[in-house]
């Protein structure tokens, strides 16, 4: 259920009237706006933004450049190395300062900083992920109020952690050299991601990252509210739980009242807040005769929310706290039993008893500097997930907890969050007071985030058990226990109790990828975490060729899988010049964080196609590396899809999918399918098609020439298909024959074979066809001759074997209809991968690297802006596999 306390919302926006007649009403002053800051020596001062931090403050105020630019990520080392301040004054009302209680709330600081008032030291933080709360009535004047926040450099805080931990090195050290990183992130409750990643940048910033402002009251304070649903199966009956923390500065006797006006439910609870801050709960049961709306994923069904409405009431009927919060019902369930008799267990989640594949990807932070990710930016992307037919994110354990919009977006879209805690393949540290920051926040990381729906899981770190497991820091034996002590004791002892604690209400687990129950019961950390039998898996191959499905591990549920593309031209330019647009310039490899990153994907891009016939073609080596991308990442996604239903030798039964990774934090080659700035690279395009709903997919099995068609339907309803099989030759625009199978039953929710046959029988009976010289195009029909789920298509060679592929020549026109911006494409023969691109236009098209296997097609353009047919036009380049060839 995602919240809205309508008591700090209103309070923020400084809306007071729900409060007003009350008697021990809550005031709020927020101090965000413009602040001060300077560095060390105080060589620059200047005026900075809250929320905000050092680097968008210098680049503002045209201190320095775009950081992104070119190699300024070097350049600027020196700004993570000095120590900043960030200083405000302000005056505070008579009403305000004659609350009982008065309390400055941080809501993000990032990271390492003491906090001053009037001179006053009010405390320390030390974590990125925590709301301080300082109290400060005796420190406050009317005017010229001082606040102060000195912020250490986090790369010199995490260095002296490291040098002051003694007794055992906490690997890694220092990431890879071609990361140009910092080092010792893991001990520091700051983005890991920050201090530089494989795909991204170190920037390890600093600067008031969240709001601040001053909270005063009389007697109550709601510090957090939640509100869960409970299904009980047996009663067939729904009740809400509704959770809240309360600060109460004397013993109050009062009546709670829950109501949910749509569902005609509404109860009066006697509650005695205790003096102090404890949590209370309440239970309201959800009317029977009531019909409740579940909360759907994308794709499954709708994401009806309720309002649920809650007052307290002192006994003379004051209202003391009043708050209005968003409800879904939906129930989840994280499924490990055994799997027809053979060994290992099933994984997959069922949403409201139902079982759910899961289609997705894996987000990252959308930006170095979080206050540069504006909300329009947010809902771009994960509008863009859900357009893609994906129901599922994975928030991945090296960047943030994403703001609390990121979660509503979620709710509202139907995309699942599987939700990482922030560590991630390291060994962290389990000194006392590193333990009791991460519990801090654990605790305000579930609270704030556990009434929503969207969330259906929780994580407690990224492959830190396989780190473990596969020894990847060379710990020596007689010192593992050590490590599996402290992981235990990290993840186990401390992160697992506290959310099950907390947050009863979901499945957790310790690690991805995991073997879920089996690790548990192998101490935690399992012999081998990426065993397809159990849990979840990650698979990376970059050598092996990716077309290939029996390279891929036939998991039960893969949670990160991937390959890397450059992205395009117009989203480099703005970062770099044209001597830069060559894959053997510096900045090159400066962007390419991943060893020999640039290397494996013309290695693999050269299995199936030919490299660009002039190394200088870097517009073309982009477009090939975007083509290998999507083409790998789509074999990979149909295996799994496909695997649902189907146990090999124990292995399958897949039931999640989800790419790594969706979007970028900078323009820099990745495996992302979203480019900085949001736009589509091939792979997404790609993926809205391997996602649908109802999907056919071709693979050949064994060397007896053996070629299936399944009929993939993530549907609840069954559904009566047949295959349509049309076989073309790569010199001709008319397809040579087609075929059509029986119609099949395919049930809701699997995977089966509509069509078997033999390559060779097929092609026999089709003219002169060969596997050289024709490919395979498909789609499912109904009964009726209606198309469901999109076309596909199969090759029965590598596009650079491919006899009788011409050269075509695709001419594009641009026009204006009552849709909008539509461009109708002609070609003058067989055209792979044919790759529309608007450049910096904003927007994207209805379709795009698809084969153009007849002469004519229409592509929408949705434009994100006020795009003319003319502008488009002029903009616009369309690319096919054949204009990388020399003439
Ligand atoms: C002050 O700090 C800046 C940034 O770290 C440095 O470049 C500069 O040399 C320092 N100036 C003095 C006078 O120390
Ligand atoms: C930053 O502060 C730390 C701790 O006070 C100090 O050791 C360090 O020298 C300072 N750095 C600079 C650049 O002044
Ligand atoms: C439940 O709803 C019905 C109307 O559908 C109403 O008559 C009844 O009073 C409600 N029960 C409770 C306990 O509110
Ligand atoms: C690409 O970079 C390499 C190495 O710097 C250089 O030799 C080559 O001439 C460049 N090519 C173009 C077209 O700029
Ligand atoms: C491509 O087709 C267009 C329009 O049919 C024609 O004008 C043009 O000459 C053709 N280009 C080539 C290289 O054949
Ligand atoms: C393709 O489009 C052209 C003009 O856009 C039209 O003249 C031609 O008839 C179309 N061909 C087919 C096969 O639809
Ligand atoms: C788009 O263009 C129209 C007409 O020129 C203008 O009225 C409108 O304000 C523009 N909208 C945006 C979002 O720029």
Not at 375 to 402: C, F, I, K, T
Not at 533 to 544: L, P
Not at 765 to 791: K, V, Y
Not at 823 to 832: N, Y
């Amino acid at each position: 259920m995602s919240l809205r306390v309508f008591l700090s919302a209103l309070l923020l926006f400084g809306v007071l009237g729900v409060w007003r007649h009350d008697g021990v009403s809550g005031l709020v002053q927020s101090l965000d706006g413009e602040w001060n800051l300077w560095n060390a020596n105080k060589s620059l001062s200047l005026p900075a933004r809250v929320p905000g931090c050092v680097h968008t403050a210098l680049e503002e105020r045209g201190v320095i450049q775009d950081p992104y630019f070119r190699f300024n990520d070097l350049l600027y080392e020196w700004i993570s190395l000095d120590n900043w301040t960030y200083a405000t004054t302000f005056a505070v009302s008579k009403e305000l300062r004659s609350k009982r209680a008065v309390l400055l709330v941080l809501d993000g600081v990032d990271t390492v900083a003491s906090v001053w008032l009037n001179g006053a030291l009010l405390g320390r933080t030390d974590n990125m992920f925590h709301r301080y709360v300082f109290p400060v009535r005796q420190l406050l004047k009317a005017e010229d109020n001082a606040l102060t926040v000195r912020f250490v450099s986090a790369v010199a805080y995490a260095a002296q952690r490291r040098n002051a931990h003694a007794a055992y090195p906490v690997p890694p050290e220092c990431p890879p050299d071609v990361q140009n990183g910092q080092c010792h992130v893991n001990f520091i409750r700051k983005a890991q991601s920050s201090f530089s990643w494989d795909w991204g940048p170190s920037f390890p910033g600093a600067g008031l990252w969240k709001g601040v402002r001053l909270e005063a009251f009389d007697l109550l304070r709601l510090v957090q509210f939640a509100a869960l649903p409970r299904y009980d199966a047996g009663g067939s009956s729904w009740s809400l739980q509704a959770d809240a923390l309360v600060d109460a500065l004397c013993p109050a006797s009062t009546q709670t009242t829950l109501d949910v006006p749509e569902l005609l439910s509404r109860a009066t609870f006697p509650t005695n807040f205790l003096q102090g801050t404890a949590k209370y709960t309440f239970a309201l049961n959800i009317n029977a005769s009531s019909n409740v709306k579940l909360w759907w994923p994308n794709g499954l069904g709708g994401q009806t929310s309720y309002r649920l409405l809650v007052t307290v009431r002192s006994q003379d009927g004051d209202a003391l706290l009043r708050l209005e919060s968003k409800v879904y019902f939906r129930s989840v369930e994280l499924v490990q039993e055994p799997v027809g008799g053979s060994p290992g267990l099933s994984f997959y989640f069922r949403i409201n008893g139902k079982p759910v594949f899961l289609k997705g990807s894996n987000w990252i932070p959308a930006h170095s500097f979080q206050d540069r990710v504006t909300p329009r930016v947010l809902r771009d992307l994960l509008q863009s997930a859900a357009d893609a037919n994906m129901n599922v994110l994975r928030v991945w354990g090296g960047g943030v907890y994403e703001r609390d919009a990121f979660y509503d977006t979620c709710d509202e879209m139907g995309l699942m969050v599987w939700q990482d805690f922030m560590f991630a393949c390291a060994t962290y540290p389990t000194e006392d007071d590193f333990v009791r920051t991460v519990r801090e926040e654990v605790l305000q990381q579930v609270w704030r985030l556990k009434s929503h729906p969207s969330i259906i899981v929780w994580s407690a770190n990224n492959e830190n058990e396989a780190a473990l497991a596969a020894d990847w820091f060379r710990i020596p034996a007689w010192r593992r226990p050590v490590y599996l002590k402290d992981y235990v004791s990290l993840y186990v002892d401390n992160v697992m109790a506290l959310v099950k604690q907390e947050d009863p209400s979901r499945p957790f687990l310790v690690s991805s990828p995991t073997n879920g129950a089996e690790s548990e019961r192998e101490g935690y950390v399992a012999a081998d975490p990426y065993d397809p039998r159990f849990g979840d898996t990650h698979f990376y191959s970059y050598v092996h060729d990716c077309w290939d499905w029996r390279a891929f591990p036939r998991a039960r549920f893969a949670s990160e899988y991937g390959f890397q593309s450059w992205p395009s031209l117009s989203t480099l330019r703005p970062v770099s010049v044209p001597a830069d647009w060559n894959l053997s310039s510096r900045f090159a490899s400066h962007r390419q964080h991943h060893p020999h990153g640039n290397w494996q994907m013309l290695q693999q891009a050269a299995v199936h196609f030919r490299l660009p016939a002039a190394a200088a073609d870097f517009a073309g080596t982009v477009y090939l590396t975007q083509v290998m991308q999507a083409q790998c990442v789509k074999a990979q996604t149909e295996f799994y899809r496909r695997s649902r239903s189907e146990l090999v030798g124990g292995l399958g039964n897949t039931m999640g999918a989800l790419y790594w990774q969706l979007n970028d934090i900078w323009q820099a080659p990745s495996w992302s399918s979203l480019e900085f700035g949001g736009k589509w690279k091939m792979l997404h395009y790609l993926a809205a098609d391997f996602f649908a709903d109802v999907l056919p997919v071709a693979f050949e099995d064994d060397d007896d020439d053996a070629l299936f068609i399944y009929a993939v339907s993530d549907l609840s309803q069954d559904l009566k298909l047949r295959v349509v099989v049309s076989v073309h030759a790569w010199s001709e625009l008319e397809p040579v024959c087609t075929l059509t199978s029986e119609p099949a039953v395919v049930p809701g929710g699997s995977a089966v074979p509509v069509f078997k046959g033999h390559v060779a029988a097929l092609l026999a009976g089709c003219g002169g066809c060969s596997r050289l010289t024709c490919l395979l195009a498909f789609w499912l029909e109904d009964g009726d001759g209606a198309r469901r789920g999109p076309a596909n298509h199969h090759f029965l060679c590598s596009p650079k074997d491919a006899v009788g592929l011409r050269a075509a020549n695709i001419t594009a026109k641009v026009r204006e209809d009552e849709t909008g911006l539509a461009v109708d494409l002609q070609t003058s023969a067989v055209a792979l991968f044919v790759w529309l691109d608007a450049g910096a236009l904003p927007g994207r098209f209805g379709a795009n690297g698809f084969p153009m296997l007849s002469r004519n097609r229409t592509v929408q353009f949705h434009a994100a802006g006020n795009t003319s047919a003319a502008e488009l036009s002029r903009a616009l380049a369309v690319t096919s596999l054949s204009d990388l060839y020399a003439p």
